[in-house]
């Protein structure tokens, strides 16, 4: 939701967040985390649509969407 790249651990629900808007990578490989932030230094295209791609998925977790999608859960029950 800053309008930045994220470069992120590919474990837990990391990828599921990011989506198609980051890069992800093995946090035990350094070699393949030092790339991922390479090419979102050097990469001005894929900079600027992870940058759209990220703005439009961060939508996706508020909080707003939150509660509603609590409330549905709430009203199957």
Not at 19 to 31: E, F, M, R, S, T
Not at 34 to 61: N, V, Y
């Amino acid at each position: 939701s800053c309008g930045v790249p994220v470069v992120c651990s590919n474990v837990t629900s990391l990828p599921e967040v990011v989506g198609d808007a980051g890069l992800v990578a093995d946090p035990n490989d350094i070699d393949a985390i030092s790339a991922q932030i390479l090419q979102s230094l050097q990469d001005d295209s894929w900079r600027e649509i992870a940058t759209a791609r990220g703005l439009a998925q961060a939508k996706q977790f508020s909080w707003e969407n939150c509660a509603t999608q609590t409330i549905n859960a709430y009203k199957l029950l």
